[in-house]
């Protein structure tokens, strides 16, 4: 056998002239049958145009996935720096959108904003015009002091906007009305009834604030009016992006499962994550739901399911915790009925005042009522406590085991 070397050169290109002649059978030894040597020709040949092919197309791959990654992050990059995606969920989100002179954000999980200190704001309503006032410590009405006075029996009141007096006066709210009733009720007593109402707020907002009322101002009477249910608002203008940016799951209640499910292989969280740190996935996303008619709204089922099913058990949970130590009172206005709250109190042992308006003209069912109603909540809620015995402050004993027995809880 005889044994071939050779020098690459560009005769060893298999389509110049040199190529052909330095392999021709005919110039080789007989030792190499020809059919033996066109069958090696052949392989060499389809090798070379084989690999000659493959690295086009491999190169040809790369140049199209990159153009497509720099194609996306152009994309992502435009929709982050014009917000197009923060654009279309700020549509989804529920706002609380009056008398926005007097609150501001608060930083809270779930509460989200409340009244601002030392703040006032004078509006047009449908009753009249009405002044709104917000003393040193949040709450609307008049000053008072945190150390209660001697012998001075403290409400609480919290809620919605009923409590709140949306469209009436500072002294024209429920709770106001009710301080002056009890007072000329009982002149040789002292009564405080501050109304920590906020529009909008639902059970979980106020359970908060209930707590830290109970800890810093040493109420005798808690009265929780129960108006408002499903999820909870936003304050109109404030910076929505840092909430989610600092609770994350606040993306889970907006992103449902359904609204991912075009992407069927990974796992919900996977897609979740991707949802939370793209924009443009999240843009692209809000725009298919909206096509597919899925309702991404902030008050759509998941969401609202999730804040109302918090509400119950943080208002459970602060009835149970305090209940001891204070009085604790439910209170359900007539614009709403009361069998939709009954998983708030229920097994609690908690007194509970359903005021009705059968009979009475419209405006005592409405939510927002005008001041003479108002002055009618008063007069019943007087009634009904002096009825129901609340109106005694618990024993200093009563409070100090109730105090011992929540510490030693937590």
Known sequence: MVRLTRQRSDADHPESAGYAARWNPTRLPKAIDRQTLN??????????????????????????????????????????????????????LYYQMVDLDVFQPDPRFALFYRLKPNSKGRYDGIYDKHLVTVNSLGFRGREYSVEKPEGVFRIICLGGSNVYGFLVDDSQTWPAQLEAELNFNLPQRKFEVWNLGACAYVGCQMAILAREAAE??????????????????????????????????????????????????????????LAQRSSLFRLLVLARAELKGIDMNWQASKSSHYWESMSIRT????????????????????????????????????????????????????????????????????????????????????RQVAHDTLQGNR
């Not at 940016?245 to 994550?273: C, M, N, Q, T, V």
């Open 315 to 398: 208002i459970r949970e602060f009835i149970r915790d305090y209940k001891d130590r204070m009085h604790i009172c439910i209170f359900i206005c007539p614009a709403v009925p009361p069998q939709e709250y009954r998983m708030y109190h229920w097994g609690l042992d908690v007194p509970v005042f359903e005021l009705r308006a059968d009979g009475l003209p419209d405006e005592y069912r409405e939510i927002h009522p005008p001041p003479y109603v108002m002055t009618w909540y008063a007069e019943k809620l007087a009634e009904w406590l002096m009825k129901e015995q609340l109106l005694e402050p618990k024993t200093t004993a009563q």
């Open 216 to 273: 810093r101002y040493d109420p005798d009477l808690v009265i929780l009016a129960l108006s408002n249910q499903g999820s909870t608002a936003f304050l109109n203008g404030s910076d929505v992006e840092w909430y989610f940016k600092r609770y994350p799951i606040l993306w889970h209640l907006l992103f449902s499962e359904e609204s991912l499910d075009f992407i069927p292989k990974p796992h919900y969280g996977l897609k979740l994550a």
């Open 39 to 92: 069958k090696y020709i052949h392989t060499y040949i389809g090798l070379e145009t084989m690999l000659s092919f493959l690295k086009k197309a491999l190169t040809g791959c790369v140049i199209i996935l990159c153009s497509i990654l720099a194609g996306l992050l152009i994309a992502e990059g435009i929709v982050r720096v014009f917000k197009f995606d923060w654009r279309y969920i700020k549509r989804l």
